[in-house]
């Protein structure tokens, strides 16, 4: 139950275009719900996060869409560039643990030109 | 500000030896946690400190400990080394509160032969 499913396993988007990342979670006493950009040789970055009680949120070109119900959030980066490729990871985790977050298996996604 | 500091970047011990990581924290964050991750496990929670008391802990044996010092400054240990614990080993800190997020070092890779 404290699963959090990603996917895909790896992505490639021309420069310009649409990088779409989703997740599914089980447990629900999650409610705080981030997402991390890991480079080679760094640790994760966090990028945005989201709580339930909004359905989506926007950061520059990156925007975290929620689904209380269906238990799925996504990550979009709209005007995909090479400087984005990387691995990134969504996550979960609940108020009393905030910092126990239970992460995804990761989406290595290749911009290219 | 200086952000999460880990030291050393690279340990190469052998199976049985126990071995000692450290992690200094971004300036006024009083909550270390730290994370395993692994080709096959992903990121996995291994512990969190708080004030000096472990506040959260995942699920791995006994051989990893940790500790916090008053300047918040967090080790963490493992005794009895096995080739599986050859892994990269992140230090996040954060505030420690309900919304704080979570800022990750750039690891220690762990080798064990």
């Known amino acids: 139950q404290q699963q959090v499913k990603q996917s895909p396993q790896s992505l490639i988007v021309q420069k310009g275009g649409i990088s779409i990342i989703n997740c599914a979670y089980e447990?629900?006493?999650?409610?705080?719900f981030p997402w991390y950009q890991q480079f080679p040789g760094k640790g994760p970055a966090l990028l945005i996060a989201?709580?339930?009680?909004?359905s989506e949120k926007k950061e520059g070109r990156f925007t975290i869409s929620f689904n209380k119900s269906a238990k799925q959030f996504s990550l979009h980066i709209m005007d995909s560039q090479p400087g984005d490729s990387a691995t990134y990871f969504c996550?979960?985790?609940?108020?009393?643990?905030?910092?126990?977050?239970?992460f995804g298996t990761g989406t290595r996604l290749q911009v290219t030109l | 500000k200086a952000g999460v500091t880990q030291t050393p970047r690279y340990l190469i011990k052998t199976r049985g030896q126990q071995v000692t990581l450290s992690c200094s924290p971004i300036?006024?964050?009083?909550?270390v946690s730290w994370y395993q991750q692994t080709p096959g496990q992903g990121l996995q929670f291994l512990f969190e400190?708080?004030?000096?008391?472990?506040?959260n802990k995942g699920n791995f044996p006994g051989r990893f400990s940790g500790r916090q010092f008053s300047n918040s400054r967090s080790e963490m240990n493992v005794s009895t080394l096995e080739l599986g614990d050859s892994a990269l080993y992140l230090c996040?800190?954060?505030?420690?509160?309900?919304?704080?997020?979570?800022?990750f070092g750039n690891g220690t890779r762990l080798t064990v032969t």
């Open positions: 996040a800190s954060s505030a420690g509160t309900v919304n704080s997020p979570l800022h």
């Open positions: 447990n629900t006493a999650f409610d705080y």
């Open positions: 996550a979960a985790s609940h108020t009393g643990t905030a910092s126990k977050l239970t």
């Open positions: 300036s006024g964050h009083r909550s």
């Open positions: 400190y708080f004030s000096e008391t472990q506040r």
């Open positions: 989201i709580r339930p009680d909004v």
